[in-house]
């Protein structure tokens, strides 16, 4: 069945107050590789129904993969059992209203990944995995994921939205001697992505990492953060200056619009019509048409943003940030409502070099990969093991160093930015650029 009959018929046979149907149609090609060779391929397709009933005020929600009408049908009857018997929300105001969606937005669908042969695909990793196995560089795991979807949201207040895509997740690690080297890549178009550039990055991660000493000592430094690692650090913003934590009285940035929060040089953007975002489309997973806010100007909070729910809890207009879809995977989207999410943060370019940024560093270090790079999104606080890093002395880059916790404060640390790189990188939802940060501590392990 259609996306749009299976849409249109969860609306005809639903008896709740309000109904929300939300369908999605899609392609998950996954290519595994396991010490340098393809060791298992998968092609999954599916379509998946999602209902949200709304009956005297208490919401249920039910999805399962649809075969037939009887399936849909029963999806519909469980949500709106599961609405009947759950306790009354007194926030819930209403499902979001049909709004004219216009506009554009480019480089989301590539239809060249439809039909693209397992031989091609074959030719880019295998490009990927030749590059990177030099210099006694072994190539352990990888995998490339090709998603392509199509998702209609309906509801019976008139919203309807169709949206189509595509998104490449690609994750290789190497090892040589005990260093480790792990390469990403995110985005919409394949041909967007140098699978050989990848190789040779992985390699020289690789190599760096197996040269590194352990650190010892405790200093506080200037730090140079690798996009990669910085897109998880920052993500602290996407809790900050999200509706749901603003309205819960949970956020740091609570009531701190139009103060200024970093330094001036840095400005933060989160785009729902971004060319190329992961989770860029004319409209949200609610239907409610996306938009280009600044969440950040010179270091002013200028916005936050928020999806239907806490939109009207905040007495205010949604901004398109209803998301349900992944970003590495959107198998299991229709299996969760929509909840208030970053659309695409775009961190702005500043004026300096990568070459600068090191350059300019009198004593520093420059991390390429954290065990796991994430700060607590409340307080800010983190403490990262450091598994692959280079001290900077004189501007110059020296030995690589490992066996360390780099510890501060991700909110402090947006007002000790002392450099932005000149060139954005794309990783997850994050267009970021290498950033340097002042007054950082680095303490061996």
Not at 182 to 196: A, N, P, S
Not at 244 to 273: C, F, H
């Amino acid at each position: 069945m259609d996306i749009n009959e299976i849409c249109e018929r969860a609306l005809q046979v639903s008896t709740a107050d309000q109904t929300e149907a939300f369908c999605i149609e899609g392609r998950m090609r996954n290519i595994y590789i396991d010490g340098g060779k393809i060791n298992i391929v998968t092609d999954n397709n599916w379509v998946g129904l999602g209902v949200k009933a709304v009956v005297s005020g208490k919401i249920g929600y039910f999805s399962s993969t649809i075969k037939d009408i009887v399936d849909i049908k029963k999806v519909v009857e469980h949500s709106i059992n599961i609405a009947r018997v759950s306790p009354q929300d007194p926030k819930f105001k209403s499902l979001p209203e049909a709004k004219p969606i216009g506009g554009s937005v480019q480089r989301i669908y590539d239809s060249n990944i439809e039909g693209i042969e397992y031989q091609d695909v074959l030719e880019m990793i295998n490009a990927l995995i030749g590059e990177a196995e030099q210099s006694d560089v072994k190539v352990m795991t990888g995998l490339l994921r090709l998603n392509m979807f199509r998702f209609k949201v309906m509801n019976s207040l008139g919203v309807d939205f169709v949206h189509n895509g595509t998104t490449i997740f690609m994750h290789f690690t190497a090892k040589k001697d005990n260093g480790e080297g792990v390469v990403k890549r995110f985005g919409t178009y394949l041909k967007d992505i140098d699978f050989e550039e990848a190789g040779r990055e992985l390699r020289e991660k690789t190599v760096l990492a197996s040269k590194a000493q352990s650190f010892s000592g405790s200093e506080s430094l200037e730090v140079i953060i690798h996009p990669q690692e910085l897109a998880g650090l920052l993500r602290v913003i996407t809790i900050a200056a999200n509706g749901e934590y603003i309205n819960r009285r949970m956020s740091p940035w609570m009531g701190k619009l139009g103060q200024q929060v970093a330094v001036p040089d840095l400005t933060i953007i989160d785009d729902g019509r971004l060319d190329g975002g992961l989770r860029s489309a004319l409209a949200d997973d609610e239907g409610v048409p996306t938009t280009r806010k600044t969440i950040i100007e010179k270091g002013i909070l200028k916005n936050y943003f928020y999806d239907s729910y806490n939109s009207n809890i905040a007495n205010t207009e949604s901004t398109g940030n209803g998301f349900r879809r992944g970003i590495i995977s959107v198998e299991d989207t229709h299996t969760r409502m929509a909840s208030c999410s970053a659309s695409n943060i775009v961190v702005e370019r500043g004026g300096k070099s990568f070459e600068e940024l090191v350059s300019e560093i009198e004593r520093g270090i420059l991390i390429f990969k954290f065990a796991y790079p994430q700060a607590d999104p409340i307080t800010g606080n983190f403490g990262l093991e450091i598994r692959n890093a280079v001290l900077i002395q004189n501007g110059s880059e020296t030995k690589s160093i490992k066996h360390a916790l780099l510890a501060g404060n991700m909110y402090k640390a947006l007002a000790n930015i002392t450099g932005i790189g000149n060139k954005q990188y794309n990783y997850e939802n994050f267009r970021v650029p290498y950033i340097r940060f002042r007054d950082l501590q680095i303490v061996g392990m």
